[in-house]
């Protein structure tokens, strides 16, 4: 396992949407989205495997959440880590929308484009 010698940084990259975490000056995971309005969706998240283990993917989902609240926007949790992280930090619970089946199906048709 590779030690970092910065601290991360999160940032949005609005093209590819998503959020990356950098370490080091390199990517090392991402969370993906997609915007339904005010609605910001989120349905995969993933951290470089050689750095597991340094709590990377709650730093940057936390921050992300973070960025969606700023933006004015809604969480929807299609992903199960974000998911999973708020169930934990209630502090989002105000702006998060449940996952719906009609959200769903409007997710796998933006995705297959």
Not at 9 to 23: F, G, W
Not at 48 to 64: F, H, K, M, P, T
Not at 75 to 89: D, E, G, R
Request: hydrophobic fraction near 35%; charge should be neutral; glycine fraction near 4%.
């Amino acid at each position: 396992m590779t030690q970092p010698t910065a601290a991360p940084t999160v940032q949005r990259v609005e093209p590819k949407h998503r959020y990356e975490i950098l370490v080091d000056g390199r990517t090392a995971g991402l969370t993906a989205y997609r915007d339904r309005d005010e609605q910001r969706v989120f349905y995969h998240t993933e951290i470089d495997n050689a750095l597991a283990g340094q709590r990377l993917a709650s730093i940057l989902v936390q921050q992300a959440l973070s960025d969606v609240r700023t933006s004015g926007k809604r969480i929807v949790p299609v992903c199960p880590y974000v998911a999973k992280f708020l169930t934990k930090h209630d502090e989002f619970a105000d702006i998060t929308d449940p996952v719906t089946p009609e959200l769903l199906k409007w997710l796998d048709t933006v995705l297959q484009h």
